[in-house]
């Protein structure tokens, strides 16, 4: 899915935007999104994936660089005239026009006539399931439905590119999980370009096509999802996406790919280098807690086994979750499936734990 | 009936601001609380006790509405007691008219059988009620006042009033000096006395004399009331009247004894009417001593010189002979009067019905046309001035915006005079804008503009003092408009000017809609203002309110024009919920 330059439908090209003159909220910032991607923004707040947002919506000018669309720089192009749908995070609906003016309302601004107005706006309505909601105003639909008919009024209008800032953050988390369904087989459905901006991961790993990990006005990753989580390049990207258990050391050795790490109170583990290169660089080692072995029948007879004490277990039904001490850290955390042939280790329990050297990666300091 | 059950008690989920009050309630509530499972049946929603839910409910509530209520009762009393009693009272004025009835209380009894389109003056007995009532008026000084009170009816009144007032008590005089010939004991005061009064009253009268002579000066025992003596009313009907009147206002006026004092002059005016009636009066029911005293004066009467009424008025002032003078006391005698309404929109009550003013009165129409018309000026100004400067503070940073906001109060904080007289200062044609213009050559010197005393003045004078009354909620209105609603038109294709008018501005209505009902009702009531830059043109209809209230004291004149702008407002008011929705005015 990753497009180059050449076939790219948006184009980021070395953005740069500050609000005060003194500090870059976005640094420079060249990002590609094909044409029917669905990429995320994801990052913490403060991060500068909104005003990447807003600069593309037009609401915001880069300070520097340039932004395309289908090939055009559109920095000079007033909003209106850019053709984007966009989905606001408190869904923006015109609280004065019932669903169907709200639905009407790009079209005839388009100066579409009426009878085309009306079958779109069914159409639309349709599509996200409310087609009986057209008479009512906003201020009467449930958060859930709001979003379906600001997600309606985004489309309504055929655009080839929909920005949504956080659209599903008012939502419960049933209805959220509900709507991430939605929202992206409507954009699979329709083939249109998809941007989508949160801070929630799980959200960004399970709608998107690739996820843009936004910190400190940069991209630290742009990678499809199982790639981000599996394969983080960096120790921001690790501990940002999912569960990990972080470990500090030394490099001792790298030899065939692995690296031999020796932590700071002495234990020897492999893991794979991502970001070091030379032994005796310092490292933090990430491992993720599924990915982490207690019986050794799964590892090389020669791979590097580590002490633990089992510190606490808490049953979550469908796996265990259990805290150890490992070399000194006791917030390492390992989760087992909810098997019977998996042991309920016993607090207090000692035991050797090990890992695949691919799954434990180690990343800058 | 299902949520009842599994959320708990109501009253307890209902919002209390307090929560001690909360507990309290909760106990109640809890007992109020159905049994689960009772409440699927048919028919009212029964309590645990067995009563009616709603009515648990209710008392529950009870407490909470008596604590509320008890929480603005000494608001509620200042009010009541400070603001709308005298406004009550205010506006009762402009309907009661009972001065005329209470100071000519016989005129206007004998005034209902005149035939007022008889062109002359009333007749002898209508023209006797007048004198003693006016007598009457006279000693207790209410005659000027009911004479200011008629003048508002008819110029002239007042003065005819004041010069009979001084005259009247000598009406009769031919009489009295007749009886006096006829029998010296009618120049008696004992005489008087002995006839008209009740023998327990003399006795209890008497009494008090020796006590008040013994006590000497101190003595301020109340002298006990006179009383009629029985019979004497149905003998001599308009004598026991007047003398009645006359001993009531010697002893409480003058705090005089009437068994020393000598009646008034129409009293024998009365005994010579009475006297004189046919068929004769019957005096069996009275005793020995009256009959003797009445019979010689009976007989002699018929003899007596005698003067009419009519030209005992046409020679203390010839006015009187003008019916339309009765016909004025006439149509005013009810206790109570639209004539106050009608003067107030330049008509006039006559005892033929409503006419309309002389062309020269009429102001009150042409007032109250020219405060509307201004203070509808006045409030579009308001809305052209204040709209974009609300919409620039609400789109500023907190810091900025909030500046701004301190220039738009400081008006508030200076005195309304010395605005006002600022605008003096600068409008008037050697004030600062003139001079400014002329310099610049832009106007003549010797035709500098003409910019206070007038409309022009007072619009601008106000605008810029109601200004901040139309700002204030547009901004709270508007600050509460997120930024995202225009972005969202935008993004969907809308121009600038299509996001504003179509999405920002339906939005700002009920900001636009709670400044336009604030400037407009504090505009059409204005007062101090247009008083001073208003000049001829352009005053107001408050100042006039205001002159006859403090300058020509007629008050329910005043009370009138009050009740009809108040009226105007609450029309005005309906006609807005009508066509715009009370719902939408919001103050933010």
Known sequence: MTASTDDAFVVFDRVQKSYDGETLVVKDLNLSIGKGEFLTMLGPSGSGKT????????????????????????????????GIGMVFQNYALFPHMTVAENLAFPLEVRNIGKSEREAKVRRALDMVQMGDFGGRRPAQLSGGQQQRIALARALVFEPELVLMDEPLGALDKQLREHMQFE??????????????????????????????????????????????????????????????????????????????????????????????????????????????????????????????????????GDIYRTRLRVAGNEDFVIKTRNAPDQPRLKPGEKLEIGWLPEDCRALDA | MSTLNSSGPQTADAPTPDDAFHEATG???????????????????????????????????????????????????????????????????????????????????????????????????????????????????????LGTRLNYEMTGISSLFRKTGRRVDDFGETYLDQFEALDPAWEEAKTWVRLMGDPDWLAANADWAAEADAAGRDFDKPAPPFELKPGIAAALPETADAYAEF????????????????????????LFRDLAKQPAPDFAALAAPDRALLAPAAQAVPDFETVALADLYIKADEDWADPEVWKTIKAFSPDYTSGYFLASVDLQKTVDGVSAQPEDRQIYMLLFKRTLFMSMVIMGSCVLLGYPIAYLLSNLPMRTS?????????????????????????????GVINDILV???????????????????????????LLP????????????IPPSYVRAAKSLGATNWTAFWRVYFPQSVPGIGAGCILVFILAIGYYITPELVGGTTGTFISNRIAYHISSS???????????????????????????????????G
């Open chain 2, 27 to 145: 106990l109640d509530a809890r007992e109020s609380q159905p049994p689960h499972g009772s409440g699927d049946g048919d028919g009212p929603v029964l309590a645990a006790d067995g009563r009616p839910l709603k009515q648990s409910l209710k008392r529950a509530l009870r407490a909470q509405k008596l604590r509320a209520l008890m929480l603005i009762a000494p608001l509620l009393i200042f009010v009541l007691v400070t603001f709308i009693a005298p406004i009550a009272d205010m506006l009762f004025r402009s309907v009661e008219n009972q001065i005329v009835s209470d100071t000519l209380p016989r005129t206007t009894q004998a005034l209902a059988g005149w035939d007022e389109d008889s062109g002359a003056m009333p007749p002898d007995n209508i023209l006797a009620a007048f004198t003693y009532d006016m007598v009457a008026a006279a000693e207790r000084k209410e005659h000027t006042r």
């Open chain 2, 439 to 465: 310099w610049a050559h832009i106007v003549a010197d010797d035709a500098r503009l003409v910019m206070i005393n007038n409309q022009f003045g007072t619009i601008v004078a106000m605008t810029h003092i």
């Open chain 1, 51 to 82: 005003t990447c947002l807003m600069m593309l919506a037009g609401f915001e000018t880069a300070t520097h660089g340039d932004i395309l669309l289908d090939g055009q720089p559109i920095n000079n192009i007033p909003p209106h005239k850019r």
């Open chain 1, 183 to 316: 929202i992206t087989r409507l954009a699979h459905n329709l083939g249109i370009t998809t941007v989508y901006v949160t801070h929630d991961q799980t959200e960004a790993l399970t709608m998107s096509d690739r996820v843009a990990v936004f910190d400190d006005g940069r991209i630290q990753q742009l990678a499809p999802p199982d790639e981000l989580y599996e394969q983080p390049k960096n120790s921001f990207v690790a501990q940002f996406i999912g569960e990990n258990n972080t470990l500090m050391g030394t490099v001792k050795e790298i030899n065939d790919g692995v690296a031999l790490v020796e932590l700071d109170d002495g234990e020897l583990i492999d893991a794979k280098p991502v970001n070091v290169a030379e032994p005796g660089e310092r490292t933090l080692v990430s491992i993720r807690p599924e990915r982490v072995e207690i019986s050794k029948d799964r590892l090389s007879p020669d791979a590097h086994l580590i002490h633990a004490e089992v510190l606490e277990f808490i049953y979550m």
């Open chain 2, 469 to 480: 009354f139309m700002i204030l909620p547009l901004y709270s209105v508007m600050k509460t």
């Open chain 2, 402 to 430: 909030n500046l701004l906001l301190i220039l738009v109060l400081l008006p508030f904080w200076t005195s309304l005079l010395v605005r006002t007289s600022a605008w003096k200062v600068l409008l008037q044609q050697q």
């Open chain 2, 553 to 587: 004291l007629n008050w329910g004149l005043a009370a009138a024009l009050g009740t009809i702008l108040l009226a105007v407002v609450l029309i005005l008011y309906w006609l807005y919920d009508r066509l715009v929705g009370i719902d939408n005015v919001s103050l």
């Open chain 2, 247 to 270: 001993a009531r206002i010697t002893q409480v006026e003058d705090e005089d004894n009437p068994a020393e004092e000598e009646p008034w002059a129409p009293v024998y005016l009365a």
